[in-house]
Each structure stands twice: as structure tokens, then as C-alpha cells.
């Protein structure tokens, strides 16, 4: 980022792919994941779509970007951020193209400082922002020129740092030429000898609202013969609603193709207010990086982390990083390199299947055999089964745990992970199923709707609602009703699943949306085909009773 995105379109009317495509990504990306399964690791490296120290355990970059670039001065920085908990620094470089060059001399003190505050470190070109869009901007062909001029410093550090060619390398001017530099850039650097994990941005200012990158990632990584490659998305205000989010990110890791989000914002601003919460929780259930932007010194200060590179002056953004549910403090692990369980490779046991107690309409208790260890069970993750997909939904150091936000009447299928202080994670449990009660209370009373028409064009637009609870107890498992005016109807929902019969719709959650919290809210958006005119909705109901509108 350059301290702020450039206006973007809105993403569902270009995220949208087709199934195919996300069939060839699972069939093709597998298969380049276990072509490179056998290869020499040398540091860092990817194998199966999975980001591995050398030694073979799991790394999950919990961190955050740092302009360093700009000011070169903040040296105190780095041990700042990794006192609050981080395992990775992003760090803000400039060939010379649009900022002062940082010196070979320079970058060796970064790259020594990460080491020294124990923080895996990716070093990024900045000057390629927006390229094709921003007259300023440079080539990643210049970018990598000027990494292969840092071959010098870089060589030998492949435990400790990750390359990203260039940040934002394309701007929204046909985003499509992204594909055939990006591939060039990377042959070129392993050409020259580099054989670090390389990182590559995507198009869109990052965001790839136009799903360039998501298209030809299988592409650019088989292009990589190393297969020591990792995707980068940017996620900003295109990214608003959990299904954009947990669609894109899910497309990739289906495919067994390396991403995380290597920049993400969460304060609102002029294009829309992107879901950080669902950003942080899909990467924590994933098991994907995120790096947060920005530390301190952006022209907007909204997204300032830490006020005037103050740690103890953290902003309510900052709180939120470090400190909020999914955040660097309760999610991050050190990299094992730096000493902390270096040698200990050895997974726990399964844990024994789990059984469930207090069965509720809304939540149950899981029991489950505690895990063995050679060193200590530090931890299990209880993991909500669909078909290949999982999710996380609790997290505890004991063999036992509430799961709650259920819905009534609906038969869930868990297990249980463990895990050790070195990020060893055994073999998943078997696995139990779990019905919930009918329920006798119909939540409703209480309750405002919200809804807009996001975009409109002939024939088709895109609608949000968001309903929220008024009420002093949490809504589970509900249906939203509205009817429609003037022939509309449903063809594409996120967040919810909308059944229609003639006018009269019917909304009901998906399982991140299916809790509305007392003062909280969820959104659901939709695309839709319309006639001449598109009224909104008169009316809404939740569970039956009637809510107000704003």
C-alpha cells in the first residue's frame, strides 16, 4: 500500500468465478504440489500449498508492515512490534525508481535487526505501486534488478527472510498484463541463484478485485521450478463482506496454492469498510498469514497501529491487531529458527474422538481423550466438519470445550486437533455428530434492517441487507422475510442462503452469520435480476416479527 488504496470497484462484480476454473486449480494445483514435495529445502520454503520453516514445521506469519523506507530513523520499530507479540515485520524498501534507494548497508542492518528482535522478515520493493495506473510507478523488472544487486546481503539468509518482488506491482488499467512480468520476474531471480521463498502481489492495487491472480495463480507457480512461491492478497475495502473474503482465500487453499494476506486495513474510508473480522478469523482457520498495515506514519492516521510510533499509544485499530479475538497476541508462534523448540518436530498424538454433553439449541459441550506428547501438549483446536472443509471454533489447553452460536435443530459434525509449543499439530481426532434441540424461544422482537442497493446495471444489480439485533439477548438461527415489489428476484447470496417463491424471500444464515450478538449485527449481500424499476423491500421480519427499517 501507498499509505492508501486508489478507488476500487466493488468486488462482487468481479470476484465471481466459475466453477471450472476452481476445479482446474484443485486438480492442477495438487498435482504441482506434489511435484515439488521431494525438492531440497533450503530456509523457508512451501510444500503441499503450506508455508514450512526448514525443519519442517508449520509457519503462520502473525505481523505487521513497516514503512521503513520513509523513515529510516524509526529504528526502535521492529523491537517494539515483536514486544507486542508479532512473528513477522513486513518492511517497506524503495529501489531508488520513485524514493531514495535503501543501501545494501541499509538492508543488511534490516534484515540484522529482524534476527536480532527474533522476526521473520519479507523486504518489499514499494516503487512498483500501481503500476500502468500510477505514472511514478516501476516495473517489477527494475524490482528484481535490484534484488539480484542485493544478492550479496540476501544470500545465506533463507531461514530468516522472505523476497516480495514488488508491492502492488499492477494498478486497474488491464490488470490482466499483471501475469507475464510477474512469471519473468520470478525466473529471473532464480536464475540469478536466489533460492529464498518469493512472495508476488496481485494486481488491482493488491486487491485482484478483477481475479487476475486467482485466475492464472496456477500459472505463475508452476513457472516457479522451485515451487518456493507464496501469493500475496491485499485486503482493503473490496474485500467487505465474509463471503468475498472466505471465497478468495478458499479458492487458493483448495487448490493447495500458498496465500496470505500480506497488507489489510480495517477502519472504514470513502470506497466502503472492509471486514477485518472476518479476515483474521478465516485466516486463523485456515492456518494463513496475515500482516497488518500499517505500523505507524501513514497520511491517514486511521491506520496508524501504534500513534506516532508510540507502543504504548496503540489506536483502536492497533487494539484490534494485537490485542482482539484472532489477533498477534492469541494467535501468534514464534519461528522455531530462533531457537524456541528448533529441535522439536515430533506432533502430538491424536486426541481420543469427542463426545457431547449440554446439547442446547445453540451449543453443546465436547469432551475428548487428552493427546500425548514428547515434550507438552500445549493446546487443542476443535475443528466444525463440512465435507473437506473445516473450520475452527474453539480453542483451549484442556480436553474440553463449549462450542456455541449454534443453530436449533441442525446436526453438526466436530473434531479435535492438538498441539505443542512448537506449532506441531497431530492428527485430526475422529469425529462426532452432534444434533442441537429444536429450541421453544423465537427471537425477533428487537431487531432493524438495513438495506441498500450496492450497484445497478440493465437487467441485474447487487443489494446488501444488514440486520441487527436491538434486543438484550443473542438471535441463533434465524430467518429473515421480505418481499420483493416489482418482480425481483435472488440469483447469488453471500453470508446467507435466499430461497424464493414468487415475490417472498427467505433468508436464512450461514454458519459465521447464524450468531446476531445483543447491539451486533451481520450482513448478507446478494446479486439479483430486476425489470424497469427496483423498489426496496416494504417490509422485514426475523423469526416472524417484525423489525424496523433504516
Known sequence: MNTRAAPL???ALALVTGIATLLAYVLLGAAAAQARTDAVATGLHVRDGRLLEANGNDFVMRGVNHAHTWYPGETQSLADIKALGANTVRVVLSNGHRW????PADVQSVVADCKAN????????????GYGEEAAAGTLDQAADYWIGLKGVLAGQENHIIVNIGNEPWGNADPA???APTIAAVKKLRAAGFAHTIM??????GQDWQGVMKAEAQSVYAADTTGNLVFSIHMYSVFDTAQEIRDYLGAFTAARLPILIGEFGGPADQWGDPDEDTMMAAAEELRLGYLAWSWSGNTDPV???????DPSRLSGWGERIFHGANGIAQTSREATVFGGGSQDTQAPTAPGAPSATDVTADSATLTWAAATDDTAVTGYDVVRVSGITETTVASTTTPGASVTGLAADTTYTFAVYARDAAGNRSARSASVDVTTDEGTSVPGVGCAVGYRVVGEWPGGFQGEITVRNTGTTAVQGWTLGFSFAAGQTVTQAWGGTADQTGSAVAVTPASYTATIAPSGSVTVGFLGAKGATNPAPAAFTLNGAACTTS
Not at 303 to 309: E, G, S, T
Request: with cysteine; hydrophobic share 45%.
Open 118 to 129: 527474533r522476526l521473520i522478515c519479507v523486504l518489499e520493493v514499494h516503487d512498483t505501486t
Open 303 to 309: 491506520l496508524d497501529l501504534a500513534v506516532d510510533f
Open 200 to 205: 508476488v502481489d496481485a494486481p488491482n492495487w
Open 177 to 179: 498484463g499483471w501475469t
Open 100 to 103: 531514495s534507494a535503501n543501501s
Open 9 to 11: 470497484p466493488r468486488a
